[in-house]
């Protein structure tokens, strides 16, 4: 019993009793899109994807309406889900790198509170010794026709899940990630819509190439949301569904312009939906600020358990059992870079209905892999399209110079202007609010210890490398 407690105290966590026999405890399953927008499957109101999986998920669930990742880049965003601390703290907040030492994480709480933890599918996180998750093996695959260099080309394999599911054994609760390579690029070469029935954003340049481009975005989540059925299926196969929270979220957004690697909420507002039968309403809606660090406090206090180490997140445990429930006055997000190929620094302050950006370093073009990169699709087949355009068409001109030039500071009204256009700062009206935001701001990085001033460091000890051959964050397993 002494040691028990012990480890309990070591990880942060120790149970909270009460008198009487507790009830068992739920399974928790997180099943985790690639580069997915909000605003892109249908219990989020889009009428063009098909989504029946979500959809009906949607219906048995609760469905955020304000859920936010802490970073529009894949790494740091994982790092940050699964240790409950805004990039800067954990300091993975470049993609690709690992967290520090010594950081708990998921695994160590709610190991510590009986759990079993398993991953399956994509990893993009490290060193193993912070996540040292069990690896459901055989998840990964490559895509048909790229077994000698998958790259970019991997899917997600359900079958071991299946297997993995029917071995677990009654009493002994478990955490299951189930990550998805879809919809990240590179999309399906063959599409499943067709280009004249998608829809452009009105912050995206309607050309011929960008909708054959969205019309394969379009086939990748189908394909994703088609795995969310597979497990929820599997789920019901194994007779654990009644005792288990299923919940469903994004890293970031997509692959498009003003989406991935940048901080206007197509990048960082995610969908996320939470199934728990019998303690959730279903169908139901809540407008709660939420942040995905607040999901492993959450999933702790759901377990009786309690995290004694400092966090950026809360539990929003009485949100799911009152919707009405209010939860963060903000939220913050960060994003450092992807390398050499992304060099813009910027940080976010969200609230329910206003946004503010810093840019760290708005003397650098914007540029990312969408214009940069030429050794996959997801921009290098539809952006010529955009160039051309925007020699002819005053809207393609200004998408791509908002696209590639930011100013120092932004704010927008979230509410009136969804879609971020229309730059509030330099508006007298709003000289006080934003000299609240900037009071806000240089508080949060000062209690984050971020004092970064430009892009980051690529000669970091934890950027590439781990103590092995292999990267500090390995993409897959």
């Known amino acids: 019993m ?3 407690l012990a480890l309990f105290a070591f990880f942060g966590c120790w149970f909270t009793a009460a008198g009487g026999q507790q009830p068992p405890l739920p399974n928790m399953v997180i099943f985790i899109g690639d580069d997915l927008a909000v605003w892109d499957i249908g219990p989020y109101g889009n009428k063009v994807v098909r989504t029946p999986y979500l959809d009906k998920l949607g219906r048995e669930s609760m469905v955020f309406d304000n859920a936010f990742a802490a970073s529009p880049t894949c790494g ?25 030492e010594g950081t708990p994480s998921m695994v160590q709480l709610l190991s510590a509170l009986g759990y079993r933890v398993a991953i399956a ?8 010794d912070v996540f040292p998750l069990e690896y459901i093996a055989g998840t990964n695959v490559p895509e048909p026709g790229y077994e000698q260099a998958p790259g970019l080309h991997y899917d997600l394999n359900l079958a071991p899940v299946d297997e993995w599911l029917g071995q677990q054994k009654p009493g002994k609760p478990f955490v299951l990630i189930v990550a998805d390579h879809s919809p990240h690029v590179v999309w399906p070469e063959k599409p499943t819509y067709q280009p004249d029935e998608v829809d452009i954003p009105p912050v995206h340049i309607d050309t011929d190439d960008a909708r054959r481009a969205r019309a394969r975005y379009y086939t990748d989540v189908t394909k994703m949301d088609t795995n969310v059925g597979t497990l929820m299926d599997l789920l019901d196969k194994h007779g654990v569904a009644a005792n288990s929270i299923l919940m469903f979220t994004s890293d970031q957004g997509p692959q498009w312009a003003f989406g991935k690697w940048g901080l206007y909420d197509y990048g960082v507002q995610v969908p996320f939906i939470v199934r728990w039968p019998g303690q959730v309403e279903a169908g139901s809606r809540t407008d709660a600020l939420v942040s995905q660090v607040d999901i492993l406090p959450t999933m702790v206090g759901i377990a009786n358990g309690t995290v004694a180490h400092r966090i950026d997140g809360k539990s929003f445990l009485p949100v799911l059992k009152n919707p009405g429930a209010k939860h963060h006055d903000a939220v913050f997000a960060s994003h450092t870079g992807d390398g050499k190929m992304n060099r813009s620094p910027m940080r976010m302050l969200r609230t329910d209905r206003y946004k503010y950006i810093l840019n760290l370093a708005p003397e650098i073009t914007y540029t990312t892999h969408m214009d940069r990169a030429t050794d996959h699709d997801g921009g290098r087949e539809y952006w010529p399209s955009w160039r051309a355009a925007s020699f002819q068409d005053q809207h393609a001109a200004a998408v791509l110079w908002r696209y590639h030039h930011r100013p120092a500071e932004e704010l927008y009204d979230v509410e009136a202007d969804p879609w971020e256009q229309v730059n509030l700062a330099a508006d007298p009206a709003y000289g006080d609010m934003l000299e609240r935001f900037r009071a806000q701001m240089k508080a949060i990085r000062a209690e984050q210890g971020d004092h970064e001033t430009g892009p980051e460091d690529l000669s970091a000890p934890n950027r590439n490398q781990g103590k092995g ?9």
């Open 2 to 4: 002494k040691l028990r």
């Open 76 to 100: 740091p965003s994982r790092s940050s889900l699964l240790t409950a601390m805004y990039p800067m703290r954990h300091g993975a907040h470049g993609n690709h790198s690992g967290v520090k």
């Open 121 to 128: 599918g994509k990893l993009h996180v490290g060193p193993r």
């Open 469 to 477: 051959k292999g990267p500090v964050a390995p993409y897959v397993f």
